[in-house]
């Protein structure tokens, strides 16, 4: 896994994915991820990538420590 720096879109739903979320599903403005009885807003970022400093929050929203990110 990377480490927490900035990322695509598209590389932040493949990670996900490796920790057992489902999706990206369609829903209002944004898409959103799910694992078990945890739903997680996808930012729609256009031309950039997430920061590292939102990365950040995503990764504690999905309930996954630095480590573990940095682990998988």
């Given at each position: 896994m990377p480490p927490v720096k900035p990322l695509k879109r598209s590389d932040l739903i493949y990670y996900l994915k490796q920790f057992g979320f489902?999706?990206?599903y369609s829903?209002?403005?944004?898409q959103f991820m799910i694992k078990k009885n945890l739903s997680l807003t996808i930012p729609n970022?256009?031309?950039s990538d997430i920061g590292?400093?939102?990365l950040k929050r995503i990764l504690q929203q999905a309930k996954i420590s630095i480590e573990e990110w940095e682990k998988l």
């Open positions: 489902t999706g990206p829903g209002g403005k944004h970022v256009h031309q590292k400093e939102f």
